[in-house]
Each structure stands twice: as C-alpha cells, then as structure tokens.
C-alpha cells in the first residue's frame, strides 16, 4: 500500500508542478502566433495540457487521501490494540502506582495526537518536501542566475526553521505532560465522586483543577506564540524574495536575458515554494505533539511485567489444587520483607483460614498465590509445579480470586457470572447461580438474568454483587479459590446469605479465606494466625479456641462485639 502511495504522491505533485511551466509555455509559445496569424492552436494545445494536469492532481490527491486514511486507521488500530494488550499484561505492581488517569491518557489524549499526524501531518510534510526540491529544481533548470538569486533565502529558512523545530519540540513536550495532569484529576475525583461529595472537597477540587487547567492553557499559549512568530516569519523571507526576483528579473527581461514567461513562471513557482513551509509549520505542531506522546507510550511498552511468562510452560491439564510455599521471602521495599521466610503446605481440598492483625501478610500470600506477585525468594508451587513454569492462562484457570471489592463490568447479570467462563450456556449460569441460593433473587429484579447492572454494578446491593462474584467463582470451577476479606463489606443479613452459598462454594476444593469476621473462618477445616509474616498458631478453629492462644483473644473479642 505504501508503494502505491508513493507512486500517487509522485503524480499529483508532477501534475502540480507542471502547471507554472505550461503558464510559461503559454506566454512564450501559445501568445506569439495569435499575435502574428491570429493562429489559437498552439495555446488551446497548452490550455489542455493543463486541464489534463489538473484532472491528474485531482485524481491523484483523493487517492492518496483514501490510502493515507486507510494506512493510518491500520497503524492506529494496531497501535491501540498494542497498548491496551500491554496494559493488562502489566503486573498489579505496575498497576498500583500507574494511576488510571494516566493510563486513561496514554489511551485516549496521546494516541489521537498520532492519529492527528497520520492524518494531516504527513500529507502536509511529504508534499511540502517533494514541493521545495522540485520548485528549487525547477527554478535553477529554468534559468540558472534568476534561480540562484531566488534561492538566497534558503539560510534564512533554514534558521527560522531549526529554531521553530526546537522550541515546539520542549513546547508541545511540556504540552503533553500538562494534558496528562488534567486528565489524571478529572479521573480521579470523579472516580471518587462519592467521597468529594461525602467530605465536601468539590471547591478544593475545583481549585486543584482550576491550575492544572490554567498550566495546560498556558502550555498551549507558548505553542501558539511560537507559531504567532514562525508563520509571519516565512510569509517575510518569502514576500521578500518574491520583491526581489520580481525586480531583478524585470531588468533582465528588460535586457532580454530572460523572457516574460519564463519570469511569470518564476513567480508562481515562488508562491508554490513558501505555501509548504507553512505545511511544515502545521507538520511540525502535529509531530512534536505526536513526538511527546509517543514518548510516553513507548515509556509504557518497554514496561516488562514483574511477574513474566515463562518462556517452556509446565503442561497442568488438571489439578488436585494443593499448594505448598517453600522458603518464601517476599519484600515491597528492599530490606524490608513482608514475608521473610515461610514454609507452608494446604492440602487439596482443605479450606484454610487465615487471620491476623493488618500487615502481617495474609493479603501477600494471597497475591503470591494467585502469582500477582513473584517472590523474592523460594518458591510457590501448585501440585508441585512452580506458578512460575505456569502459563498465566493455565494458571488463572486453576486458580481463583474473589476480593471485598467484587468487581462488575458493564452488561447484565448473566455476563458477569460467565465473565470467567465465557463459553458457558444459559443453563451453566442458571446451574451456578442456583446451587449459590441466587437463583430467585435474580429472576425478582426487573429482567431476571438479563437486568444490567449499572456502573460497576450500582443497581445491585453489596451482599447481591458477592453473589454474583460467588456465582462466577462457581462457574469457573478453579481448583484453588482464594478470599481476600470477600465479605467485609456487608452487613449481617447479607453475610449470612452469603456465609450459605460460601460452603457451596468452597465444597470439594482448596480454599484460602482472609478475613477479620470471625463468622466466615468458622466454616474453615484450619486456622493459620499470622504475624509479621510468620506463622504463629496452627490448627482447627475449635482447637485454637481452646488453647487460649491469639486465635483465641481474636475470638473472644469477636464475641464481645456481638453482644
């Protein structure tokens, strides 16, 4: 597709260049013999000549606007399709300190400025480009001192060039980074709309907005004052040269060194060698601002994901879901580890409860279960095979997480409860929603299964969205499923539904709960206490309890609180 893009930018622009010639050829050709035998032939020849130039230039520039459409979208296409890929195969590591405005940005504000160069931008450079080398040619082969008188002006655009290059390249660098902060707060607080408005933040907000508006106005006013000074620049050099070929060419006609044509041909090909420094000015706005958001996006790609696939997966076509931590040492700041040494074995099919107070490293070892997260040191392995000679999709296939936070995507019930299996029938969404004692709740609401359920789920109630989570669980049907405080946000009435489907739930798998309730870690076969990242009790709940040990003051205290 690119050569025959060539192949059409060279026509139109041969077409185009051809038209001051034929002006000359008609002033020095087709006027002499009306003059002297009122004979039009030789003028309506070149009068056609440039109708059919026209035609070709016509032709030719729709073409090459389809093809350069139709590239761009490609690139563009392909482009995003790569970002997107790359973001979600980022760690949560990555993911926790890369905020989503910024992501938002990368996505949205930086790929529309490439898409503004393939556009407009490159139209503009390659016919500019092809404009300056074939109008300086033209000018020197048509008469060589005229020409070289002509192109004096080429350091002068030379300079003015180099410094409007260099100046909107930081300009639309700062540009691009001021964009950025917008879209970062806009994000931010509406995504946290509830607790701005819950705090009353909006006027400090709006403050905070208000500057990084005012930075990004003020970011773009320099960009515009550069080109306030380059355009009337070239518009000088240019209407300066234009002065002098006009003057020094008159006496040379005068003195019958050069003839009116070739003189008129001069002049408009003058015009045609300034307009594309214009089209360079406008090139040069799309491609710093395309430049620093390519920057940013290229920092985002060479990004490689903590947690990497290996390069020969380990086959685990099924697994009995036993996991088994061997010298784990894990650490979020260098020397400072959360888990500095761990030796841990849960059996398949054992449900295993884990409790401490916050920061001692329950959530870690889930994150570390579920490979989220790599160890420092040591190994995790799953029926004996390191999580890291898993492939991600085998991996996520056995093993399962459902956090407090039970996220819903956009669309109905159904979707997010096949939203982990998402080949599964109607009847295997009923199926899992059914054995959780959801069944009915979902068909009250207003379309059964087919009720959407709003942004982020808004239209369900807590205990309703750890339902469905629940029910996606089910219907995913891991070997290992993991807790992380899956019921922390609801009230009593909504644990207990939920407390009745969790035994559904974890039956005849290896499960691992976090949680502060109590109530939850009842229905577990054993209990873990952690502190500072080291195992400090060990047993069934029932036994802890007894030995009047941690587990045991946690239990009492949970108790105290009932009452």
């Known amino acids: ?168 390249g930081r300009s639309y660098r700062v540009t691009r980074e001021k964009v950025a902060l917008v879209i970062v707060h806009f994000v931010e607080s509406m995504g946290g709309v509830r607790a701005v408005q819950a705090f009353r933040r909006e006027a400090r907000n709006e403050e905070i907005f208000d500057d990084v508006n005012d930075q990004y106005r003020a970011a773009n006013l320099v960009a515009f004052r550069l080109v306030a000074l380059f355009m009337p620049g070239i518009r000088l050099v240019g209407n300066v040269t234009i002065a002098v070929v006009l003057l020094y060419g008159a006496w040379l006609a005068s003195r019958d060194a050069v003839t009116v044509g070739v003189l ?117 392995l799953l029926d004996g095979v390191d999580l890291r000679d898993l492939a991600g999709d085998a991996l996520r296939e056995h093993v399962v997480m459902v956090t407090q936070e039970n996220y819903l995507f956009s669309g109905t019930i159904a979707d997010n409860i096949r939203f982990g299996r998402p080949d599964a029938s109607m009847a295997d969404v009923v199926a899992a929603a059914s054995a959780l004692g959801a069944d009915g709740l979902i068909r009250a609401m207003p379309d059964g299964y087919d009720t959407d359920v709003a942004n982020q789920g808004g239209r369900l109630s807590a205990g309703q969205r750890q339902l469905v989570a629940f029910a996606r669980a089910f219907l995913a049907d891991p070997a290992v499923l993991i807790l992380d405080e899956a019921t922390s946000s609801l009230d009593v009435p909504s644990e207990r539904l939920v407390q009745d489907a969790l035994r559904t739930v974890l039956a005849g798998r290896t499960a691992v709960i976090i949680a502060h309730r109590l109530s939850t870690v009842e229905i577990a076969d054993r209990v873990l206490v952690l502190e500072h990242g080291r195992v400090v009790e060990d047993g069934a709940p029932a036994d802890l309890v007894a030995a009047g040990g941690r587990f045991a003051d946690l239990h009492r205290a949970w108790e105290d609180s009932l009452v």
């Open 264 to 380: 008129a041909a001069f002049l408009l090909y003058l015009r045609q060698f300034f307009e594309p420094m214009m089209e360079i000015s406008q090139f040069y706005n799309t491609f710093q601002s395309a430049s620093a958001a390519l920057e940013k996006l290229a920092g985002v790609l060479e990004q490689r994901p903590d947690v990497p696939e290996p390069e020969h997966p380990v086959a685990l076509p099924s697994a009995a879901g036993e996991v088994r931590f061997e010298g784990v040492r894990f650490e979020y700041v260098p020397g400072r580890p959360v888990l500095p040494d761990l030796d841990l074995t849960v059996p398949a099919g054992q449900t295993v409860a884990l409790v401490g107070t916050t920061g001692a490293g329950k959530t870690t070892l889930a994150k570390l279960a579920t490979r989220f997260y790599d160890p420092s040191a040591g190994r995790v």
């Open 1 to 168: 597709m690119l050569l025959v893009v060539v192949a059409v930018v060279l026509a139109e622009n041969v077409a185009r260049l051809s038209i001051p010639y034929l002006v000359k050829e008609g002033i020095d050709v087709g006027i002499p013999p009306i003059r002297q035998d009122d004979d039009l032939r030789p003028l309506l020849g070149i009068v056609g000549a440039v109708l059919v130039a026209t035609a070709v230039q016509a032709v030719a520039r729709g073409r090459f606007l389809v093809l350069q459409g139709r590239i761009g979208q490609h690139v563009l296409v392909e482009l995003r399709r790569r970002v997107f890929r790359h973001f979600q195969a980022l760690s949560p590591a990555f993911h926790e300190t890369y905020t989503s405005g910024r992501v938002i940005s990368r996505q949205t504000s930086d790929v529309d400025a490439i898409s503004e160069m393939l556009e407009t931008g490159f139209d503009g450079l390659v016919t500019a480009a092809l404009t300056l080398v074939g109008t300086a040619g033209i000018l020197l082969w048509l008469d060589l001192e005229l020409g070289a008188v002509a192109l004096l002006c080429g350091p002068f655009l030379a300079l003015l060039t180099n410094w409007f290059r260099t100046a909107s």
